[in-house]
């Protein structure tokens, strides 16, 4: 995982929601606070519902790693470079 890209592109999906940069910087924390062996927390459902929804990877596809949240239904496209 290109977690560079993945950090970029879960903040740009929280700036679009609206998330206030203290949630932004406290969904930060927990990112980086997670076990490597732990799934990758939705940063939607843990901002705005409190809650760990770990994310599912699918198959790479132009480019992208879509990480799927099976809980909110939202979809991360994380670029593999
Ligand atoms: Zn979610």
Do not use: W
């Not at 949630?23 to 606070?33: A, D, G, M, N």
């Amino acid at each position: 995982m290109n977690e560079p890209g993945m950090l970029a592109a879960f903040l740009a999906y929280l700036e679009q929601r609206n998330a206030t940069q203290d949630q932004i910087r406290t969904f930060i924390v927990y990112l980086k606070s997670a076990h490597r062996d732990e799934s990758v927390p939705c940063p939607i459902c843990y901002t705005f519902r409190g809650r760990h929804c770990g994310l599912t990877a699918l198959h790479e596809k132009d480019g992208y790693t879509p990480l799927v949240c099976l809980a909110c239904k939202e979809t991360f496209n994380v670029p593999m470079q």
